[in-house]
């Protein structure tokens, strides 16, 4: 598996930004101030140093091969949802199909309350990052008490020696019904509307690419008002269809990971990075191969049952020319 897009020359004037969200990447450790306990050695997930490893190993091996097929190498840029702490990013950067890599990690820790966080796997080759920044979203729940969800993460730097700012998101979900929980992914995109603000007053002709798993898909209101406001551009408005998506829940897809851009990314000069294209990382090696759910993706778990998959979502990318 390890030759998946082997002899495709390597593209030096392209560059592939990423998300990934990798479903519960807990270490083996007791941690008091997150809600780890389904994910320790002795828990009822029996999560041990193997499924741990295997885990790292599998989610290496499809970081490393996203966007290569056009571009013959890794991704320059990997914004990831669902990482514990500090510790499984260093963990996953020295894996099999990682360590030889140059990457380096952006990460903060969260006040969310399943205890995980956002975070950015870079190239140091390619990227160089100059300022990184966390924005918390205040929520509150019915009777006022605080609703702790991730941060959102601001990262900006020179890809290729040309500046750019990435921001990653993982919004919260709909597990409490689509309606009662708008309210909480309404509070975030307002969010990355001030981050917006801020950069465009800071120079006007920024380049930004927003990434994520939003719990929207790209016509909910959440997503547009970013997009219509802001003038950006979302590829992944016309990759949805009802065989194709990148989290699938009872047979039914939706598009919740995306990433857009600053339309600034098509009317570049010479020897600046343009939009090239976008699209869903789904291979074959990332979906359940028989059963009930063939086609959807090969989950760590299902409930309780350890099925030694790699996530519940399918990784999105763009990639970018110059």
Excluded: C
Aim: net charge negative; glycine share 6%; hydrophobic share 35%.
């Amino acid at each position: 598996m390890s030759d998946l897009f082997e002899g495709i020359p390597i593209q030096e004037n392209m560059q592939t930004i990423a998300f990934y969200n990798v479903e519960n990447l807990f270490d083996l450790e007791e941690d008091q101030h997150t809600n780890d306990n389904d994910f320790l050695p002795t828990s009822a997930k029996k999560w041990t140093p193997k499924r741990y490893k295997n885990k790292l190993r599998k989610l290496g091996f499809a970081i490393s091969n996203i966007g290569k097929k056009e571009t013959g190498k890794h991704p320059a840029i990997v914004g990831l949802a669902e990482v514990e702490n500090a510790k499984v990013l260093e963990d996953l950067l020295n894996s099999k199909h990682l360590e030889d890599l140059s990457y380096n990690y952006v990460h903060y820790e969260s006040p969310d309350e399943r205890g995980i966080d956002v975070a950015l796997i870079y190239d140091e080759n390619a990227f160089e990052v100059t300022n990184s920044e966390a924005f918390s979203v205040p929520l509150t729940d019915e009777d006022g008490t605080p609703d702790y969800t991730r941060d959102i993460l601001l990262v900006s730097g020179n890809l290729d020696n040309q500046p750019i700012h990435v921001i990653v998101n993982h919004w919260s979900s709909r597990r409490e019904g689509t309606r009662e929980t708008e309210h909480k992914r309404l509070a975030s995109s307002e969010q990355v509307a001030n981050i917006l603000r801020t950069l465009h007053h800071e120079n006007e002709a920024a380049k930004i690419v927003v990434i994520g798993d939003f719990n929207d898909e790209p016509h909910n209101n959440s997503i547009v008002r970013l997009v219509e406001g802001f003038n950006l551009y979302n590829p992944f408005e016309t990759l949805r269809s009802y065989n194709r998506g990148t989290v699938s829940r009872f047979k039914q897809w939706s598009l919740f990971d995306q990433v857009f851009f600053t339309s600034n990314f098509f009317k570049s000069s010479n020897e600046e990075f343009e939009y090239y294209n976008a699209n869903i990382f789904d291979e074959d090696f990332l979906k359940q191969f028989r059963g009930r759910f063939k086609g959807s993706p090969f989950r760590t778990y299902v409930g309780k049952k350890y099925k030694g998959g790699y996530s519940d979502h399918f990784p999105v990318y763009a990639i970018f020319k110059r």
